[in-house]
Every structure is written in structure tokens, then in C-alpha cells.
């Protein structure tokens, strides 16, 4: 069956939803429990749900990709990756405390970090992505679903905006191949390790999905524009204290949990 295209009162009422949970820091069912969505309305909810946001005087400081480990896809049954939108609200400076209070169940994954350096024209079909990156930093998202358990589908997460909830950036170096690099995350007392290989096999290639996504739903890169390329390793429950991501060759980033 295909889902009904739902009407701009609807978008908004599910908008509200998801905002409301996470200023309520209260979870809710999947939206899918009551609606079918399809993929075109689920990133219409996001904007929406981002606009909430900028309502309030925020401002759009990037983007950043999820299910970008084949791992992830499959579990979802899915080939194509997730784009989600970052505000300035969710940035944390490298070392600062992060309140746990503002969060339902966050939890913390080690990510590699671009920098946009020009706007990217979504018609130009010649633009070339990787030419218009200047930077490139180790990093960690903080992910908080909106819904109960981490329990959605492909669509309910990408209108709660891919679980974005904060995120750290350690130190810009100019940019590199950072095609296989060891990363270590540690954070609540585990530790987890990985490779920067299980972001589509080199994490340059979540740039040119993201290009492909951007085009296809609308979704502006601007110069200046944080780019998170997406998880090297499974996210780990995010607790209080010293949460630290370290990739080889890229140095470490850390944030302090404190509730
Ligand atoms: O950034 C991510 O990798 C998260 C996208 C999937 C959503 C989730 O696991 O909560
Ligand atoms: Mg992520």
C-alpha cells in the first residue's frame, strides 16, 4: 500500500510531536503506529521540525548522515543513507559538560567531521563536493531518539530529524584521506573500537551521499556548514562523566557528561 501524501496540518501536528518530546524530554510511540508515512513526508516533517528551531532564533550549523554502516542498513532494510539537519543549539566545544537532563536516553557514537568551505549549488550537476571541503576533525554525536526504546522505522527517524540531539567537534586539520583510521570511544565505563572504513568503506564517500541526498530532498550545504559523516562504530549509552573519541592520525575529542 502506499502512504497518502499528508496534508501540511498533518506534517505540522507530527512536527509537534517530536518537539514536544524533546522539550518535555519525554518519549513517544512511532509515529508509524498511528500513520503510514512515506519517505518524501518524513523528511517534510523534519523540516518542519527543524523550523521549529530557527522559530526560536536558532541557526542551521550543518548536517550529518546516519546509516551509513552496512550493518545499520540492513538492520533497517534499507540501502539509501539518512540526512538530518544540526542547529547551533546542539553544538558542544571540545571538553565542555554536557547536561544529561536535556536528554530522554542519549547515547554517544565517534564520528569523522568535515567542513564545508563554499555554498554547494544543488542544480549544478558538475559540482564536486570533496573541492568544496576544507577541514576535516574527529567528532562525537550525541543521538537521542524521540521514541520509546529507540524503536522506529526508516521514516519515523527521519522525521525526529536522524535522533540528532548534540554534538562535539575536536581540532580542524586541513583536509586528508581519513579513509581507514583506527577510532577508539570510550564513554560510561565501555569502550568500543573501530575503523573510520565503516563509514561507506571511507568516509569521503558519505560526502557524495550526501550530495545525492541533499539534491533529492532540498537540503541546503552552505559554507560553514559542519558535515557529520556518520558512525564508525555502534553507539554506546552516554552516561555521567568523561566521554573521549580518539582517531588515529586526528588526534581526540572529549565531552563531560554531568547530570
Ligand atoms: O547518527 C546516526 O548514526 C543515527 C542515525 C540512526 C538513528 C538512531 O540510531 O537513533
Ligand atoms: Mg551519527
New binding site residues.
Given amino acids: 500500500m502506499v502512504a497518502k501524501t499528508l496534508t501540511s496540518n498533518e506534517i505540522d501536528i507530527l512536527a509537534g510531536r517530536l518537539h514536544n518530546a524533546r522539550v518535555e524530554v519525554l518519549d513517544i510511540p512511532s509515529l508509524a503506529d498511528d500513520v503510514e508515512i512515506h519517505i518524501d513526508d518524513a523528511y517534510r516533517i523534519q523540516e518542519a521540525l527543524v523550523s521549529r528551531y530557527l522559530d526560536r532564533g536558532h541557526a542551521i550549523a550543518g548536517v550529518?548522515?546516519?546509516?551509513?554502516?552496512k550493518a545499520?542498513m540492513a538492520q533497517?532494510g534499507v540501502s539509501d543513507v539518512?540526512v538530518?539537519r544540526l542547529v547551533d543549539a546542539m553544538r558542544v566545544d571540545d571538553g565542555d559538560r554536557l547536561e544529561l537532563q536535556r536528554f530522554i536516553h542519549p547515547?554517544i557514537?565517534p564520528?569523522i567531521a568535515y567542513r564545508l568551505s563554499r555554498d554547494i549549488d544543488l542544480d549544478d550537476t558538475t559540482a564536486d563536493i570533496e573541492s568544496c571541503v576544507d577541514a576535516v576533525a574527529p567528532a562525537m554525536?550525541i543521538?537521542?531518539?524521540r521514541y520509546r526504546d529507540?524503536r522506529?522505522t526508516y521514516t519515523d527517524?527521519v522525521a525526529?530529524n536522524?535522533?540528532?540531539a548534540a554534538y562535539v567537534i575536536g581540532p580542524w586539520q586541513s583536509l586528508r584521506t581519513v579513509g581507514d583510521l583506527s577510532v577508539r570511544l570510550e564513554a560510561g565505563g565501555q569502550a568500543v573500537e573501530g575503523s573510520t572504513a565503516a563509514i561507506l568503506d571511507d568516509p569521503v564517500n558519505a560526502l557524495h551521499a550526501l550530495l545525492d541526498v541533499s539534491r533529492r530532498r532540498r537540503i541546503p550545504l552552505r559554507a560553514g556548514h559542519v558535515i557529520?559523516a556518520?558512525?564508525a562504530t555502534a553507539?554506546i549509552p552516554l552516561t555521567a562523566g568523561v566521554a573521549r573519541c580518539e582517531i588515529e592520525g586526528l588526534g581526540s575529542v572529549t565531552v563531560e557528561a554531568v547530570s
Avoid at 64 to 69: A, H, M, P, Q, Y
Fill in positions: 550529518k548522515l546516519g546509516f551509513t554502516s545499520k533497517m539518512i538530518g547515547k557514537e564520528e554525536e543521538i537521542d531518539s529507540f522506529f527517524v525526529d536522524t535522533s540528532a557529520l556518520g558512525a553507539a
